[in-house]
Every structure is written in C-alpha cells, then in structure tokens.
C-alpha cells in the first residue's frame, strides 16, 4: 500500500471516528463557508456583454516564470564621462496554482536555486482586481554581470556575494475606470472571460526603493534610493476573434517623492533631479481558449525608473518578468 492511500484512509478514519456534532458542524462550517465565497463570487458589478466569469468551481494553473533585472549609470565624475551597465542573472522557475471560487494558492520551485547554482533570492505577489490591484516584486540580488566605459576605456565586470549585494523593491498599484466593461483579471488571473474589446484609463501609484553596496579593490559604494510616483495611463483588452484576449497596459507616473544618495568611500556624490524623473509599469498578455475549460497563455511585467541628471549622475533601473502558462477549469 502507497504512502499516498495510508493518509488517505487515515484521514477518512479520522474523520468518521469523530463525534456526530462534531462532524455535524464540520460539515454546516464548510457549506457556509462555501455559500459566502459562491455570494461574492457572483456578486461582480459587471456587464455581461464585454465581461464574464466562469461558471466552474476550481482552477489548475502551470507556470513557466522568466525574472530579470538591469541597471545603468551614466554621469561625469572629475571630468571625465562614465557609463556602467550591469545585468542580473536570469531566474527560471516552475509554480503551480489552484484556485476556489477566486482565491488562490501558488507554489514555486527554482531547479537552479535547488541543485545550488542560483543563490538570489526574489518574492512576487500579485492582486489584480476588477477595480483596484497591483503587484509587488522584491529582489536581493549579488550575481551581476556587465561593463563600465571610461572616457572610451572600457571594462567587463562580473560580480558576486563577496563584492556586490543589491536589495529592490518595485510596487504598483492601480484604479480602473471602466472596470464593468474591462477587466484585468481576464488577462492576468483569469477569474474572469473577457468577451468584447474594451479599455479603460487608470490612475496608478507606484514604488521604489533601492539599496545597493559594492566593493572593488578596496573602494566601497554604497547607495539608497526610495522613489514614490503618482500617474494616469491606459490599458486596453484586444479580443481579435472567438476565445482569444490580447491585454497591453502602460502606466507611467511622475516622482512626487525622491530621496537617493551615492556615497563612493568617504565622498558623497549628489543627485540633481531633472523633469521629467518617473517609473513606468507596463503589462502585457495573450491568452487562448481551449475548448470549454482550458486555457493557456504569456503575460508580462516590465519597471522602468529614472533618476538624475546625465551631465552628474543618472540611474536607470529595469526589472521584468515573464510567464508562459497552462490552465484547467473544473
């Protein structure tokens, strides 16, 4: 006999060995909790035209996840033009997920990170709402490879735990407008169908924060940057044909707050700001029906910041990812 029938069959002993009030109220907790989620499920302000949800219970849902990162400098120290580029290495991983009447609960496994060849770490979580969403991406990262260009003179880099360590933090938030006719969730979390095209503009507010620190051949960097952004965009749902969603989204917005420093040793280089400074959240999606309860898809996220002012100091940071995903209705 399998593991997998011993717990089985222990859990239906146990469960049958409980008291009769028990069980009683197990099964009434359960019902209600169902009710409720069945309630809200339903209860979707939504015209029904351009916009619906299925009619299934459960979701299983595969995914293949794609990270990456990259930030530029550029500037004039004592008279002489730089220019840095520096890429993180990809991140790859496999996540599964199931959903009840629209909650829903990922796992993610990184192969690399498992047999130990990647030792970055990086934390994802998305909300994507009718109204309002958004999602949060967190990377600590050391494993950088790139160049720094000096007057012409140019330098390939590669950097590891024992010289480079970055911390980032990019999050964005949204509101939508049309969110009867248009919905995010179709293209992203597909707890809803979108049926018609349709497209809505946005408010967003967006998030920043950077901490970076460096030592090479004795000269330590350290920098920090926290970014706050306030901005409108638009996003809109292309349904070219029968069972078939293409979604692009952007949603730049300009910095109200800024507060970065770039200490290189003891010397502290400023940041002048120029206009205009912001962070821009783009999204994208192509998702397929298949049949009555299959789908499958690619979606994907792209930060793009910018800060300073190229003739002192000017940082740009990009981070994205991307998912290729299969998905069953039961």
């Given at each position: 006999?399998?593991?997998?029938?011993?717990?089985?069959?222990?859990?239906?002993?146990?469960?049958?060995?409980?008291?009769?009030?028990?069980?009683?109220?197990?099964?009434?907790?359960?019902?209600?909790?169902?009710?409720v989620?069945?309630?809200?499920?339903?209860?979707?302000?939504?015209?029904?035209?351009?916009?619906?949800?299925?009619?299934?219970?459960?979701?299983?849902?595969?995914?293949?996840?794609?990270?990456?990162?990259?930030?530029?400098?550029?500037g004039?120290?004592?008279?002489?033009h730089?220019?840095?580029?520096?890429?993180?290495?990809?991140?790859?991983?496999?996540?599964?997920?199931?959903?009840?009447?629209?909650?829903?609960?990922?796992?993610?496994?990184?192969?690399?990170?498992l047999?130990?060849?990647?030792?970055?770490?990086?934390?994802?979580?998305?909300?994507?709402?009718?109204?309002?969403?958004?999602?949060?991406?967190?990377?600590?990262a050391?494993?950088?490879?790139?160049?720094?260009?000096?007057?012409?003179?140019?330098?390939?880099?590669?950097?590891?735990?024992?010289n480079?360590?970055?911390?980032?933090?990019?999050?964005?938030?949204?509101?939508?407008?049309?969110?009867?006719?248009?919905?995010?969730?179709?293209?992203?979390?597909?707890?809803?169908?979108?049926?018609r095209?349709?497209?809505?503009?946005?408010?967003?507010?967006?998030?920043?924060?950077?901490?970076?620190?460096?030592?090479?051949?004795?000269?330590?960097?350290?920098?920090?940057?926290?970014?706050?952004?306030?901005?409108?965009?638009?996003?809109?749902?292309?349904?070219?044909?029968?069972?078939?969603?293409?979604?692009?989204s952007?949603?730049?917005?300009?910095?109200?707050?800024?507060?970065?420093?770039?200490?290189?040793?003891?010397?502290?280089?400023?940041?002048?700001?120029?206009?205009?400074?912001?962070?821009?959240?783009?999204?994208?999606?192509i998702?397929?029906?298949?049949?009555?309860?299959?789908?499958?898809?690619?979606?994907?996220?792209?930060?793009?910041?910018?800060?300073?002012?190229?003739?002192?100091?000017?940082?740009?940071?990009?981070?994205?990812?991307?998912?290729?995903?299969?998905?069953?209705?039961?």
């Amino acid at each position: 006999m399998t593991r997998h029938r011993i717990i089985v069959i222990a859990a239906i002993l146990f469960a049958t060995t409980l008291p009769a009030d028990a069980q009683k109220f197990i099964y009434k907790l359960n019902r209600s909790v169902d009710y409720v989620l069945e309630k809200l499920y339903w209860r979707a302000d939504i015209d029904t035209t351009y916009v619906t949800r299925p009619k299934t219970k459960w979701t299983l849902l595969g995914r293949f996840n794609v990270t990456g990162a990259k930030i530029i400098a550029k500037g004039i120290e004592e008279g002489k033009h730089f220019n840095t580029e520096l890429k993180a290495a990809h991140k790859m991983t496999l996540s599964g997920g199931v959903s009840y009447r629209g909650l829903t609960l990922n796992l993610a496994l990184n192969p690399a990170k498992l047999l130990g060849k990647y030792h970055d770490y990086e934390l994802g979580l998305r909300s994507y709402a009718r109204r309002m969403g958004g999602d949060i991406a967190y990377q600590d990262a050391s494993n950088f490879k790139g160049w720094a260009e000096m007057d012409g003179m140019r330098e390939n880099i590669t950097t590891s735990e024992k010289n480079f360590k970055l911390r980032t933090l990019n999050a964005n938030g949204y509101y939508v407008f049309n969110h009867r006719r248009f919905s995010y969730p179709a293209a992203f979390t597909h707890s809803y169908i979108q049926h018609r095209s349709s497209g809505s503009f946005l408010l967003t507010l967006s998030g920043q924060g950077q901490h970076g620190k460096a030592d090479d051949n004795g000269q330590t960097f350290n920098f920090k940057i926290t970014n706050i952004a306030l901005g409108a965009g638009y996003g809109y749902n292309y349904v070219p044909a029968r069972n078939w969603l293409i979604h692009l989204s952007a949603l730049p917005a300009y910095l109200i707050y800024c507060n970065a420093s770039l200490t290189m040793s003891d010397t502290r280089i400023p940041l002048r700001h120029h206009f205009p400074e912001g962070i821009i959240t783009s999204r994208g999606s192509i998702v397929r029906q298949i049949g009555r309860n299959m789908f499958a898809g690619f979606s994907m996220t792209y930060y793009f910041t910018n800060i300073g002012y190229e003739k002192k100091l000017a940082i740009d940071n990009q981070k994205w990812n991307t998912r290729l995903y299969f998905g069953v209705r039961l």
